[in-house]
């Protein structure tokens, strides 16, 4: 079997969806890699260390296409993903990468009339069996990481309280809204840093993780029932709930001089839960970062790539925020996708178990369909909304 590892082709991606020492750990198991020349190069791993690890080079995406049995890649085919063309895929090829399935519909219709096989690692089942093949969280910590350190460059204030001869410097405040993955990993980082943090989250059993890493938990009382699905991810919830939700809110996002936001649905545009209104109770010289920028944002100001300022507020939009900090970005992705693969393969083999949970539920097109059923479900909803 041969796994190709293409050059990601937009212009902020610099990771790479399999580093050497990937290739070395598939090497053990039988497995061939192919990777286009440069691949690594962005973040830090160059052609000469694959090589070492047994790797062959092509030129371009086309020849790694037609050597490649198996492609991973960081995000989808096409011009918002990496340097691969979903038409010069074929019949029977496989496709392992975050493939955004439930808003790139287009993407996966092509990929299904290609009767290609896709996997989107967005889709893994939470489960224990599955935590080594978890690219969502491992990204998810980068983006915690890198948001405070923007949050950091554009505030006027240092994070720790210093007690100088000009006097006492009283500590920054942050207030980081969602304690998931990249929540946890922005509040570590605060601390770090000096800051005094406190945190809120819709799911009262994350009290605990929050004040282990040194933060207060915002008490708001609000019945959140069931916040997440039978796949352990976010759902949406009513529009009455946010609205009670923004209400408690308030005071804190005032009280902070930074807030993080991070609360996605996958599928689904981002809550609202920082109002314009709010932005302007905050003090002047405060700064936002909104990690849920790429589905609309938590903050009703957000612009998606942009960092723009409205009373006296930075608001920042970042996306692809794993992309800054290539080098552990990709050595990260690269041990959650080579996990991936060999649980793909049996003494060498492909071996396409479709009663194994991981497989099946993260299998978003097979034989010329679309098999998974939030995908079909996406697509069905699409489809209403056209005819309307």
Do not use: W
């Not at 922005?186 to 819709?202: C, E, F, H, P, S």
């Not at 006296?312 to 693969?341: C, R, W």
């Amino acid at each position: 079997m041969i796994v190709g590892v293409p050059a990601e082709a937009t212009a902020v991606e610099r990771r790479v969806a399999l580093v050497p020492a990937s290739v070395g750990v598939l090497a053990k198991a039988g497995i061939d890699v192919v990777a286009q020349r440069g691949a690594g190069a962005a973040a830090g791993f160059p052609d000469a260390e694959y090589a070492a690890r047994g790797a062959r080079f092509v030129e371009n995406s086309s020849e790694l296409l037609s050597a490649a049995d198996v492609v991973v890649c960081i995000g989808p085919p096409g011009e918002d993903g990496g340097g691969l063309d979903a038409a010069g895929m074929r019949d029977g090829q496989i496709l392992i990468g975050l493939l955004d399935p439930l808003r790139r519909l287009a993407v996966v219709q092509q990929l299904a009339s290609r009767g290609v096989t896709s996997f989107a690692l967005e889709l893994l089942p939470r489960i224990g069996r599955a935590q080594s093949m978890d690219a969502l969280s491992s990204m998810a910590t980068v983006a915690g990481y890198k948001a405070v350190l923007l949050a950091a460059a554009a505030l006027g204030k240092m994070y720790p309280m210093m007690i100088t001869a000009a006097g006492t410097l009283a500590p920054t405040k942050v207030l980081v809204v969602g304690a998931g993955v990249a929540g946890l990993q922005a509040i570590a980082t605060a601390r770090r840093l000096g800051a005094v943090v406190v945190a809120y989250d819709i799911r009262p059993a994350v009290k605990e993780q929050v004040e282990s890493l040194g933060a207060d938990f915002l008490e708001v009382d609000l019945d959140a029932g069931d916040v997440e699905d039978a796949g352990g991810y976010a759902v949406q919830m009513d529009d009455e709930f946010y609205r009670k939700q923004r209400e408690l809110m308030a005071g804190a996002v005032a009280a902070n001089d930074v807030v993080i936001t991070t609360a996605a649905v996958p599928g689904k545009d981002a809550p609202v839960l920082v109002t314009e209104a709010m932005v302007g109770e905050m003090a002047a010289g405060s700064v936002i970062v909104d990690l849920a920028a790429e589905a609309g944002g938590n903050c009703e100001l957000t612009e998606a790539g942009q960092t723009i300022e409205a009373h006296g507020v930075t608001i920042i939009g970042p996306v692809d925020l794993a992309a800054t900090v290539p080098t552990h970005a990709s050595q990260m992705y690269g041990k959650n996708v080579s996990e991936f693969i060999l649980n793909l393969v049996q003494d060498g083999e492909l071996d396409l178990d479709l009663d194994d949970q991981i497989i099946k539920e993260s299998m978003v097109t097979h034989g010329g369909e679309v098999v998974n059923d939030r995908v079909r479900e996406a697509l069905g909803a699409a489809r209403e909304r056209s005819a309307d």
